[in-house]
Structures are given as structure tokens and as C-alpha cells.
């Protein structure tokens, strides 16, 4: 039957046209009574009136009637709906000392929960592209730790016998001076295969991608431009095609630009894309190239493993360069390299962010526990006036509904605020920046406010249901929210939130402690008076070793000269947070070989010249510095740091070892010549392992630091640094002219971020939970006032008051506590790899913690306490008589 | 459900001996009733009134909400008309689903009270 369709559309009228059909029944039974009237007086010649009465009686309740009719239209309990939504929110409104806080703390850790949830969403969400599940990124690999990037030799083996892969593409990212038509600047330049952008799928917004005809030596320079740059550059996406900009000192043509707020793919950021262009490969390394692909449709990576692994084979027998046995080009889904250990950190804030959520709750909670005591009598009443139990427990949750959707509104407007503040002061996540309140997120914290609007009125609801509404009645307020059973349950949030808090505030604490351990770290270097500009030349002037030469030997004595520096050095690594990828080399010593087949030691590998070390303040420890005599035809020589000596030669003479470069078998030997203190490259946590070699050898790189230190600042000189590049060759491009002072704090920004979002966090919980027990002791103090006031008329003094409430308070928060810590114990385990320096369970920072929440419980006990001390006896005793 | 506790006579009535109507049995004789052509909603109290010989004083309080239910199951159809009497009034019509539902609940009455007859008599 399609009988229901008819009905919901009757249902539906009854709702929508209510009124229309109250008139018509209204109507009807006029109808009905007048024809009764006059059947009464044709067949009983009853007079008009009485009739008329008595067709009335017969009828009996006119609304009633009316009432008995809606609810067999089936809409009643819409209708009621609504007006118990009405009626709450009169209610809710009635009382804003009770509305304004709940809905305020709700509001906030809805917010709170729905930015954080919208972040992780995204970020471990799909990634913008089409089939994201069959990206991945290929790795060479030899040990299920050391992973790295891929040679010329892999990259075109994997596109010319990968069958797994339908779309394989190579990027090389580097910096270099560009300029559409002004001064240039450095800027991060991405050189990518044609199949890169066809195997993530992106289409451009004007123009066309890089073919495989733009691939061969020679062929024309293009570039692809981010929707961003086309903007700021090129005066908009309309005018960006066919424009020229230079790029390294040649001119690459503008062939498309990309969607806007694209400037990202495979999360490599950069504004151009240009044409990588490669030559055959004559040996199997140097590695360097990220390498993307497609997995062709119902190829499963597991497939794609053990094709790329016969690729490997093959390459072994071809190549004997490299004589890693071990080495495997191994596929990892792309989406999972991109979030690298990202997901720990979110873990995080989804933690500490449903920490405080649930405080929040259990704090509305308790607030409408006290307030479910007001309401009793009102309850009692309208039970006594005959609504039923259905009725009263509708008006209960309806009220709670009311609040939370009340909070959920205000939690979305906090929330889109919230995510916003989290992208900004947040550590580093990638694709968070993408997060958006979507539909997902706003359903997110509907369903989070219903829940904790739920949780809000359980108690009162579970009273409503279990005691007898009557009986309670005549016992007023005290017997209920009042009463002991309700304290108890508001002791128990209190004990909750008590312990909810302290692990957020171990984990704040040991985050703090970290940084400042960070904070005191030797990276190694002189922090001043030392700056640390950027100096790119144009590939095009500067193509070889020996035009980099010729500029520098001219350059570095030039900048010595300038007035007040004393010192100036080039290297192509920026501590403390150098990119470490362009900065290792693998080697095997002479004294200590790994034997054939097997994976060689790999370090940071630092070129230098000039002063470098003194530049920066790196003390010489044994043996010598580098020479003006360290060049290409003298014996290649290295400088090490102490802790890489102390690695490799623990307790032997390490002036004087040698070792092969970069698995390099014809190339002569390399000799260790001196060792120097530590810089930190790859973080402040990590030691200071590195390999310095000079350029002077030959490994000149066109995008370097210049190390100036001066007398004064460091950056007192750098305007006649920059003059001094630029009268030279105004093609050079000079930024980042930061005091190396800058840079170091700079390199803190991502734990000082972190930590200041925990914090943030533990701030939050300890006021909730500070609020919640300061909360259940005021109401506390004023339920038993005529108890103070009797044991204070009977001699009790004010200090012993003050000790009993304060005792009472601290009790609750001393067993919250208690929980907390054996929580925090073993939750901050987790935490380990963020903290430097610190055990996660470090005795004393979680015994601060614990002492700083118990010291907060205390002042938030105290302020009750002194009002109760302050109770008069007499007036106390005579209020309630 | 329908309830019936509004069926009950008026105090001072004249007619004495009335009936309570059975649980469920209002919806049959509003059918009955309308078997017999289209009614006013107080037609249909009138016309039980006579049918059951005044046997029968269907309580208005019953009456409406029970033709809404009946009209929401698809049994009867209301339109607006001008009566007998000359004045605009709902006019209730049994649809074809109704002259069925009729006929079953008729058929499963006639058992059920049959049945009845047989247990009373029994000595």
C-alpha cells in the first residue's frame, strides 16, 4: 500500500497547517452542537437555552475536545515539542547566572574539541587528489630505519620496467634566484618530470603541464606557476601565460597556472615548477631525486614492493658503483610519508583536548545538579498538577538539548576561531593549514554538544525517574540537591576533573621543562655577533666550479674589508636546523671498513670556506683548520666534529684516518686533517655529528650562507654586504639577512609552539577544575551555615571552620590527584619523543605539577572557607528558624 | 486506543437504559453508519442513535477523533458540503478500503459476539 505516503503528507499538513485545521474543527463542532440544539427542541420542545446547554454537556469539554482531536492527527508531540523547547529556553533565560557559564564552558570545549577534531580530520584525511590511495613515494631503503631519496639511474629504471606503476615523476627542489621583471630573490624552485604532476592528477587552471617533450637536454625551459604567484608576480593567473621569468639566469617561459591554493603537491611547497631536464646517468649514485608514483588500478602496494624490489636486483647486476646489497626501492603510500610522525602530535591535542572537554562537562554537570535542586519544587509542582512522569522527563532533557545546542553554536564560532589560532601558534603540521569547519566538523560537534547535553542531565533525569516526585515535595529543597547523595555525586565530578587535570598539566609541565633544557643547550656555535645572510647566483653566469670560484675568491676578501667585520665564512648548512637530506654523504674508513655488500655509515656533511669556523665560533680542538692550499688538485681532506670522532674513533688518534667519500672506489683517498667542537645541524636534541670538507675542492654550491661576524651586532654590516654582492653582480640574490640570533630562536619556534598549546590546554583544565571545587564548597558552606553558625555559637573558632571546609575541599582534590598522577604515569610514556632531556615520569616535574593543582584546589577552597569562618552565629541561627 | 469512559449517560437523562460501548466497537459503527451513504459528523451520531434505538449515544468527545483516525487510515474521506439542513458541513464518505474494512471487522464481530451468545447460554 502506498497508503503512508498519503498519510505523512496528512501528518504533515496537520503540522504545517495546524491553525487552518483547528478552525475547521472549531467548525465542526459548532456545527455539531447547533444541529443538536435544534434536534433537542424539535423532538423534546426543550426551550433554546437549556437545549442548547444541554447539547453542550453532551458534547462535554469544548478544548479538551480540540486537544483529544490534535492527537489523533499524530502531531501532538511535535506541537509540544516545541513548546517545551519554547518554555526552556525561557527558563534557561530566566536564570542566566546557571545558563551564561554552562553555555560558556560548553561552548569552549565544544570549540575547542571541533578545531582540534577538523585538524586531524584533515590532516589524516585524504590527500587533494584523485585515487590518493594509489600515491605513493619510493625510497631507497636498506634497513627498516634508513630510508632515503632515489639517483637518475633509479628514477629512469623504475619509469622504464616498473609495470605496477602507471605513472612514475621525479622532483628536485632547490633555490635560486628568480625574477619576473624585478630585483631578484631567492626562491624555492621545484624541477619535476612530466609524469609528476600526471601521477598526482593535477589538472592546471590555464594552460598545459610539463609533457614528456619538454624532458630532453635542450628542449625549451617552461615553468608552471602556483595561482599565488601569478597574482603577486604576474599581475594576475590572465596575463601569466607566456610570460617570461628568469629563473637561475635563464628564462623559463609560463606555460599554465595551477588551481588556486594549490601551491603544494605531494607536499613539496613551492611557486615553479619547471621542466627537470636529465642526463644519462654514467654511475648509480648520487642519490637526491623524490620520486613519486602511481600504482596502476587493483595494484596492491605489497605488488608494488615486490616489483620495485626486482628492479633493484636488476640494477645491482648493471651498477657496481654502489655496493650496497641490502639497498631496495621500496614504495610507502605517499599519504603516510607526508604525515610522517604527525600523528603523534595530533594524538596529542586529541587527547588533551577531550581532556578538557570532559572537565568542561563534568563541570556543567555539577552546576545543574545544584540547579536540579531549585527546579525540584517546581518538578514536584507540576507533578502534583498532573503532568506525568513522560512530560517532566521531556521538559528535562528538552531544557538540556536547549544548552546544548546553545553550546554547539557557540563552539562552532569558537571552533572556526580555534582552528584558525591553532594553524597560526600550532607546531608544524602538514595540510593543517587546509582545515576547514566543514560539514563533517560541524556534524562533529552536534553530536559532541547532544552527548554532553546528555551527560548534563543524566543525574537529573535518573532522580526524576527513581524517586517519587511527591514524596520529595513536602521536603523542599534540602532532600534532594541538597542532600547528601547529590553532594556526593558533585564530589565525584570534582574527584573527576581533579584527576582529568593533572596528567593535561604533567604533560604542560614536562613539555616546559623540555623547553628550557632546549633553551640552555650549546648548539655549539656563537649565538652573536654573527648574521647569517642567503646569497644565491644565477645558475646561468655561474654554471661551473670555476665561475664559483672566481666570484667567491673575489667576494669573500672584498667582504672582509667591509668596516667592522672581523670575520666571514660561506657554508651550505644553517644551523641549528639545517635540511638535512642535502647535507649527508655515506663514507667507509679505511681503519674500520663494513665489509662488501654491506650499508656504509652516513653523516652530515658539511662545505665550507674561508672562516667558517671562526665566523661561527667553532673552537679547533686537534690537528688543523682548512688552507687556502685545500683545493681540487691537493689530496681531498675532511674536518670532523668531536662527537663523530668519539663515534667512529672512541679513544684512538683520528688525525690522520682516511676513508672513501660517497662509496667513490676510483676517487683518491680522504684524509681526516683536524677536529673542531660540535654544531648542532639536525636539531638542538640531536649531537653533532658532522664531516666538514672544503669548498675550494670543488663542491661550490650556488645557493650558500655567508657567515659574517662583526664587532658590534652582526647585522651592523649587512647593508654594505649586500651593496658590496650586488655592485659585483646585480643578478645575485641576498635574503634571509637574519642575525644568527633570530635564527636560533627561530629553530625553537615548533616546541615552543607545542608547548605553549599543551599549556594552554592545562590552563583551561586547572581553572575548570579549580572553578568545580570551588563551586561544590561554596554551596557546601551555604547548605551547612546553620550547622557553622551552631558549632561557632557553641566556641568552635574560625580557624578550625576555615580548617574543616578547607580540609573537606582539599580531600576531594587530594583523591583526584592521586588518580591523575598514576594516569599521567602511564600516559606521558607516550609523550618521550617529544621531550629532550627529560624522563617522562620525571619525579620532579610531576610532583610540581601536582603540588601546582593542589595549591590552585587550595585557593579555590580557601575563598569559600574564609566566607564560612565570617558567618555571624547569631544571624545564622536565626535565618532559618 | 479508544476510550469510551465519555459515553456514559448524562445524569437526569431520560433514557435510562444505555449501553457503554465496547472497547473498539465505535469504529464499526461509524463504518455501518456511513455504509448507508455519506454523514455529517452529527449525522453519524444521530443515525447510531435511531439504529441502535437510542441504545447507542456515541460520545462526541469520541466521535471526531475517531473519524480523524478512520480518515488517517484511509477508511473514510471528508469533503466539504452544503447539508440537508442547508448548512456548510464535513461530509464523511467510507472508500472502498473502508467498505472492506467493514465487512472483516462486521464478519470478526459477528464471531467474537457469537460466540459470546454460545458461552452465556451454556448451562
Request: net charge positive; glycine share 10%.
Amino acid at each position: 500500500m502506498t497508503h503512508w505516503l498519503t498519510r505523512l503528507a496528512r501528518r504533515f499538513r496537520a503540522l504545517v497547517h495546524g491553525a487552518a485545521l483547528d478552525q475547521e474543527l472549531a467548525d465542526e463542532i459548532q456545527l455539531h452542537v447547533r444541529l443538536e440544539t435544534e434536534d433537542l427542541i424539535r423532538t423534546r420542545g426543550l426551550d433554546p437555552m437549556e437545549a442548547r446547554r444541554q447539547a453542550l454537556l453532551a458534547f462535554g469539554g469544548v478544548e479538551r475536545h480540540r486537544a483529544d482531536q490534535r492527537d489523533a492527527r499524530g502531531v501532538r508531540w511535535i506541537e509540544e515539542s516545541f513548546g517545551d523547547f519554547r518554555f526552556a529556553l525561557r527558563v534557561l533565560l530566566k536564570s542566566p547566572g546557571y545558563t551564561i557559564p554552562a553555555v560558556l564552558v560548553l561552548g569552549l570545549g565544544i570549540g575547542a574539541t571541533t578545531a582540534v577534531f577538523s585538524g586531524v580530520h584533515t590532516v589524516l584525511g585524504h590527500l587533494p587528489y584523485p585515487k590518493d590511495e594509489q600515491l605513493v613515494r619510493i625510497f631507497e631503503q636498506n634497513s627498516p630505519t634508513n630510508r632515503w631519496t632515489l639517483s637518475v639511474t633509479d628514477f629512469q629504471a623504475i619509469a622504464g620496467q616498473a609495470h605496477t606503476l602507471s605513472a612514475v615523476g621525479a622532483v628536485r627542489g632547490r633555490s635560486a634566484p628568480v625574477s619576473a621583471g624585478s630585483e631578484p630573490q631567492t626562491t624555492a624552485v621545484a624541477l619535476v618530470t612530466s609524469g609528476f604532476m600526471h601521477a598526482l592528477g593535477v589538472r592546471p587552471a590555464l594552460g598545459r603541464l610539463i609533457e614528456p617533450s619538454d624532458e630532453p637536454r635542450g628542449a625549451p625551459l617552461v615553468v608552471v606557476v602556483s595561482d599565488g604567484f601569478a597574482r603577486r608576480s604576474l599581475g594576475g593567473a590572465d596575463h601569466a601565460l607566456g610570460r617570461s621569468i628568469m629563473i637561475d639566469g635563464s628564462a623559463h617561459t609560463v606555460i599554465a597556472v595551477l588551481p588556486r591554493g594549490l601551491d603544494r603537491l605531494a607536499g613539496i611547497r613551492s611557486d615553479l615548477w619547471t621542466n627537470l631536464q636529465l642526463d644519462p646517468p654514467t654511475r648509480r649514485g648520487p642519490f637526491g631525486l623524490f620520486v613519486i608514483g602511481r600504482m596502476a588500478d587493483g595494484v596492491s602496494l605489497e605488488t608494488c614492493r615486490r616489483d620495485l624490489a626486482g628492479v633493484s636486483l636488476r640494477l645491482q647486476g648493471l651498477w657496481s658503483d654502489f655496493p650496497d646489497r641490502d639497498a631496495r626501492l621500496t614504495p610507502y603510500s605517499l599519504r603516510t610519508t607526508m604525515l610522517g610522525d604527525t600523528g603523534r602530535t595530533l594524538g596529542l591535542f586529541g587527547a588533551a583536548v577531550l581532556l578538557v572537554l570532559l572537565i568542561a562537562v563534568a563541570n556543567v554537570a555539577s552546576l545543574t545538579l545544584v540547579r536540579a535542586t531549585g527546579r525540584w519544587r517546581e518538578l514536584s509542582l507540576r507533578a502534583a498538577l498532573g503532568a506525568t512522569r513522560v512530560r517532566l522527563v521531556r521538559l528535562v532533557m528538552v531544557e538540556c538539548v536547549a544548552l546544548a545546542a546553545a553550546g554547539a553554536v557557540l563552539g562552532l564560532a569558537l571552533g572556526a576561531g580555534g582552528l584558525r589560532l591553532l594553524v597560526r601558534i600550532g607546531p608544524f603540521i602538514p595540510r593543517l593549514e587546509e582545515a576547514r569547519l566543514d560539514i563533517q566538523a560541524t556534524l562533529f560537534a552536534i553530536v559532541v554538544a547532544l552527548a554532553a547535553g546528555m551527560v548534563v542531565g543524566a543525574y537529573p533525569l535518573l532522580l526524576l525517574l527513581r524517586r517519587d516526585l511527591d514524596a520529595s515535595h513536602s521536603g523542599g529543597d534540602r532532600t534532594v540537591g541538597g542532600g547528601r547523595r547529590a553532594q556526593a555525586v558533585r564530589g565525584a565530578f570534582v574527584i573527576g576533573e581533579f584527576a582529568l587535570a593533572l596528567p593535561l598539566l604533567a604533560v604542560a609541565a614536562l613539555l616546559l621543562n623540555s623547553f628550557l633544557r632546549l633553551q640552555r643547550v650549546d648548539p655549539g656555535f656563537a649565538v652573536e655577533p654573527v648574521a647569517t645572510p642567503r646569497v644565491s647566483l644565477p645558475a646561468a653566469r655561474y654554471g661551473d666550479a670555476a665561475a664559483l670560484r672566481a666570484f667567491w675568491n673575489q667576494m669573500l676578501p672584498a667582504l672582509g674589508e667591509i668596516g667592522g667585520v672581523t670575520h666571514v665564512g660561506l657554508g651550505d648548512a644553517l644551523p641549528p636546523n639545517a635540511n638535512q637530506t642535502n647535507n649527508q654523504n655515506n663514507f667507509d674508513l679505511i681503519a674500520h671498513p663494513v665489509g662488501d655488500g654491506r650499508p656504509q655509515p652516513v653523516s652530515s656533511w658539511i662545505t665550507v670556506a674561508r672562516d667558517y669556523f671562526a665566523a661561527l665560533g667553532v673552537p679547533l680542538l686537534d690537528g688543523r683548520a682548512f688552507t687556502p692550499g685545500d683545493t681540487g688538485s691537493a689530496p681531498p681532506v675532511v674536518v670532523v666534529s668531536r662527537a663523530w670522532a668519539s663515534h667512529y674513533f672512541p679513544g684512538e688518534p683520528v688525525v690522520g684516518q682516511q676513508m672513501i667519500e660517497g662509496g667513490c672506489t676510483e676517487c683518491p683517498r680522504t684524509t681526516i686533517v683536524g677536529v673542531v667542537g660540535d654544531v648542532r645541524y639536525d636539531g638542538l636534541t640531536l649531537p653533532g655529528e658532522a664531516i666538514y670538507a672544503p669548498m675550494e675542492e670543488g663542491n661550490w654550491g650556488r645557493t650558500v650562507h655567508l657567515f659574517v661576524r662583526t664587532r658590534h651586532t652582526g647585522t651592523d654590516a649587512l647593508p654594505a654586504v649586500r651593496t658590496t654582492l650586488l655592485g659585483f653582480d646585480p643578478g645575485v640574490s641576498v635574503d634571509q639577512a637574519e642575525a644568527m640570533r633570530d635564527v636560533f630562536s627561530e629553530s625553537i619556534t615548533q616546541p615552543r609552539h607545542l608547548m605553549t598549546l599543551l599549556g594552554g590546554f592545562a590552563v583551561a583544565a586547572l581553572v575548570l577544575a579549580a572553578v568545580g571545587i570551588f563551586g561544590l564548597l561554596s554551596y557546601a558552606v551555604a547548605a551547612r551555615r546553620r550547622e557553622i553558625g551552631v558549632r561557632m555559637a557553641l566556641g568552635a573558632d574560625r580557624r578550625a571552620v576555615v580548617r574543616m571546609i578547607v580540609g573537606g575541599g582539599l580531600w576531594y582534590a587530594a583523591v583526584g590527584a592521586t588518580i591523575g598522577l598514576a594516569v599521567a604515569l602511564v600516559g606521558t610514556r607516550w609523550l618521550a619523543e617529544s621531550l629532550f632531556d627529560v624522563s617522562p615520569t620525571d619525579p620532579a616535574t610531576l610532583l610540581a605539577a601536582t603540588l601546582a593543582l593542589l595549591g590552585v584546589a587550595l585557593v579555590a577552597c580557601w575563598l569559600p572557607a574564609r566566607r564560612a569562618a565570617a558567618t555571624d552565629p547569631v544571624r545564622a541561627l536565626r535565618s532559618e528558624t | 486506543m479508544l476510550s469510551n469512559d465519555k459515553v456514559s449517560p448524562e445524569p437526569g437523562d431520560p433514557v435510562a437504559e444505555r449501553a457503554d460501548l465496547l472497547q473498539g466497537t465505535l469504529d464499526l459503527l461509524i463504518l455501518k453508519a456511513l455504509m448507508l451513504g455519506p454523514l455529517h459528523g452529527w449525522g453519524i451520531s444521530k443515525r447510531l442513535r435511531q439504529l441502535s434505538a437510542d441504545a447507542f449515544e456515541v460520545g462526541q468527545g469520541s466521535l471526531y477523533p475517531a473519524l480523524y483516525r478512520l480518515e488517517d487510515q484511509g477508511w473514510i474521506s471528508a469533503h466539504w458540503a452544503t447539508s440537508p439542513e442547508g448548512r456548510r458541513a464535513k461530509f464523511y464518505t467510507l472508500t472502498r478500503d473502508g467498505r472492506k474494512q467493514f465487512i472483516a471487522e462486521r464478519s470478526e464481530w459477528r464471531l467474537f459476539s457469537g460466540a459470546m451468545e454460545l458461552v452465556l447460554k451454556a448451562v
